[in-house]
């Protein structure tokens, strides 16, 4: 469902930039989403990567490692201030973070191998334009691998603004991508987040990894 027609900038994500990692949920998902994507996409250190709605940093200084570079990518400075910081603690020299908003913002030159996001799909009012330039970001045979919220009835976010999805039917995810271009598109749960409200309920709801990619060609 698509309810707001605005991205993920109407999110105030900078406030909570400083103590989003002190969550232990946040942890264990960005864990499971690196073990995920790391049992699908053959990662190489010639591989350029980069992640779309970075946040602090959590897939990505787990995956750098493995790949030649990470072009880190989100819309708050907040969350990119904090990242920068863990960047230059680590001495980590192949990940740059970047501010950018790909719905709005011009489209980098650069090529990658990889592109990821984690828990940022929902926030995007244009999903289906947003996959069209991560497929003109990839080099042929590229990449592609987004984690995000299986279809739910809005309580995940009780009701915070800048949501424009109530989560994605994983079948009509994988039917757009193959409308764009990519190809054999593959959907697995990838975590399950256990959420305890207020009046004592607990919902699990389940996380989906979907990976494709761009088809092979002679001139790339």
Known sequence: MDRNP?????????????????????????????????????LSVRMDAMEYGCGTGLLTLALAPSLASVTAVDSSPGMLDVLGRKVRDAGITNVEARLMDLTRDAVPDKRFHLVYSSMTLHHVGPVERLMKVFFDLLHSGGWIALADLDTEDGSFHQGAEGISHFGFDR???????????????????????????????RRDYSVFLLTARKPETSSD
Do not use: C, Y
Request: proline letters at 6%; aromatic letters at 8%; zero cysteines.
């Open 171 to 201: 079948a009509a995810l994988e039917r757009m991508l193959v409308k764009v271009g990519f190809v054999v598109p593959h959907t697995e749960t990838a975590h399950t987040i256990q959420k305890e409200f207020p009046n004592g309920l």
């Open 6 to 42: 605005h991205n993920f900038l109407s999110v105030d994500f900078d406030r909570s930039a400083a103590t989003w990692d002190e969550k232990p949920t946040r942890v264990e998902l960005a864990n499971a989403v690196v073990q995920a994507i790391r049992a699908r996409v053959p």
